[in-house]
């Protein structure tokens, strides 16, 4: 037949003594600095997150390095008298743009 169970009572189980819980202190600078450490690496990655924004704005915005050299010139007017001699020579390269008020 079966045998019979052995039960043990709650009460008569054996049980490891109760822990007594010791307070820890923390050091009192050490949560400052951790604090101002936090803060720093925070900072530090949204400065490199918005630097890296600006770049790329610069990087898209910017001329071509290729047009640099290429000198964008209006057509400069030279006056002449009746004669053939030349009286003026105006434009992008010898000076600012005349009326004909100002001529006469």
Do not use: C, N
Request: glycine share 8%; no cysteine.
């Amino acid at each position: 037949m079966a045998e019979p169970r052995l039960r043990v009572e709650p009460a008569d189980r054996i049980r490891p003594p109760p822990r007594t819980r010791v307070p820890r202190q923390r050091a009192r600078g050490k949560g400052f600095l951790r604090r101002a450490f936090k803060l720093g690496v925070l900072v530090l990655l949204w400065m490199t997150i918005i630097g890296a924004v600006v770049l790329g704005y610069f990087a898209l915005t910017l001329p071509d390095t290729g047009e640099l050299t290429r000198a964008e010139r209006r057509p400069s007017v030279t006056i002449l008298a009746a004669d053939g001699s030349l009286l003026t020579t105006y434009g992008d390269l010898f000076g600012q743009p005349l009326t004909l008020k100002e001529m006469s």
